[in-house]
């Protein structure tokens, strides 16, 4: 009995000059927490950048009870989702981003399943990126798994036969004259953006529109937010034009969540408001204006202007006016199924405002979870229940079919076609 009142006494001891040492240093323990963060924010801002990844079932069934089974609930509820009716081709005309530029490293060899295609993204001795499909035309093998770059050639890895930039047979081992004719297809490849594109084309048309890199010297990389989605591509820059629910989504404060577990906190924590004119551009483009105010009461903490340019049907770009500078978000979509989508951000900003950059990456994030977990319970609606708001909808739609063509493969056969992805 002793030795349990002298043991509760020592760790009531313990405990009290604990909270009574915090107590005291208190202004030097929030100064040191406070330094920590600012620390970590320049840390990601400068020297390594964030990148924010979310999988397919990570967004969107918080409706799913809890509960041991919930993985075979989560995928109950997506295998027996409802697709939708007249659901366009799942692959239309353009540009697309097939990887990030700092994964393909000179004389380094990247598989890529995209656009219903296997792919062979490699970068040759003169740096150039360069895109074949996988399969080699002599036996099959998959140059992605194992193929080498030889100087601007990538080498089969079964019988060592090399294809050139153009895609064209160059050497076969132990054969002088090596056949004419063969050759491996080779994908019009440029880098914009951080990124690699390929031009994909239903009716095999050289591109229809260049792709120039936006990003000069002073805007660096401040991290990337990389999702992959369930949806038909044309509901994610549909989104654009769907000005109706950027207030209905969109407004709820980003620490909302906060203000949840502390309803005090709501007094405190504000509301996004947003007002946004979409309009075509030039036959390719489409423009969005779009304002974003945070307030908190009657005070306006942070305006933000953005010009928001559609570039085809997988690239967005969007340019942010802040009072701390300009920060540039590049959005680059690209079908890695009928109704699968990799969606990837990068955003880029100069020197002197980095950490505004780290921090858009992280708010843009949260923001675009909200569209994810309606994109990935939704189904495709051909003839929606249009009222006034929804005008520029129905005018994106009209613009956006520009983007399929005759032998655009339809999304019944695209499916039919699938490999197990
Ligand atoms: S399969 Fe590629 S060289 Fe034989
Ligand atoms: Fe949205």
């Keep these: 009995m002793d030795s349990v009142f002298l043991y509760s006494n020592v760790s009531f001891g313990i405990i009290r000059s604990t909270f009574d040492l915090l107590y005291q240093n208190s202004l030097v323990i929030l100064a040191a927490v406070i330094t920590g963060m600012l620390m970590f924010v320049l840390y990601r801002s400068y020297i390594s950048p964030d990148f924010y990844t979310k999988e397919l079932t990570e967004i969107g069934f918080d409706h799913v009870p809890p509960g041991p089974d919930r993985p075979l609930r989560i995928a109950r509820t997506m295998t027996s989702r409802r697709l939708g009716s007249k659901i366009p081709p799942p692959y239309p005309n353009g540009w697309f981003a097939v990887a990030e530029s700092c994964d393909v490293k000179v004389g380094g060899v990247l598989a890529v399943d995209a656009l219903g295609q296997n792919l062979c993204v490699y970068r040759g001795a003169d740096g150039v ?8 035309p002599h036996l099959g093998a998959n140059l ?25 047979l160059v050497s076969v081992p132990g054969v002088e004259s090596v056949p004419k004719g063969v050759s491996i297809k ?7 953006d951080g990124a690699v594109w390929i031009w994909y084309d239903a009716e095999n048309r050289p591109p229809l529109w260049s792709l120039q890199d936006a990003c000069t010297m002073q805007m660096r990389c401040r991290g990337r937010n990389i999702f992959t989605v369930n949806c038909h591509i044309q509901e994610i820059p549909e989104n654009g034009a769907d000005v109706a629910h950027l207030n209905a989504v969109h407004s709820e404060s980003l620490l909302s969540k906060l203000g949840e577990k502390y309803p005090l906190l709501l007094n405190f924590i504000g509301s996004h408001y947003w007002t946004a004119e979409w309009s075509r551009g030039d036959h390719h483009t489409s423009t969005i204006k779009l304002t974003h105010d945070y307030k908190l009461m009657k005070m306006n903490l942070f305006h933000v202007d953005v010009d928001v340019t559609q570039i085809g049907p997988g690239h967005v770009r969007l340019k942010l006016q802040t009072s701390f500078g300009p920060v540039l978000i590049s959005q680059s979509v690209t079908p890695i199924g009928p109704l699968q989508q990799k969606v990837v951000h990068r955003v880029f900003s100069p020197n002197y405002n980095a950490p505004l950059g780290y921090i858009l990456n992280r708010a843009e994030s949260y923001q675009f979870e909200r569209d994810v977990a309606i994109w990935n319970n939704k189904r495709y609606v051909g003839a929606p229940a249009y009222v006034k708001t929804d005008k520029t909808i129905r005018a994106f739609r009209s613009w956006f079919s520009q983007f399929y063509s005759e032998n655009s493969i339809s999304f019944k056969d695209a499916n039919n076609s699938m490999l197990e992805w």
């Design 129 to 136: 990126v360069r895109c074949v499909d996988a399969y080699c």
């Design 144 to 168: 992605a798994a194992g193929g080498n770059v030889c100087g601007n050639c990538i080498e089969c890895p079964f019988h060592k036969w090399r294809f050139g930039a153009d895609g064209a």
């Design 186 to 192: 080779s994908w019009e490849t440029v880098e914009a």
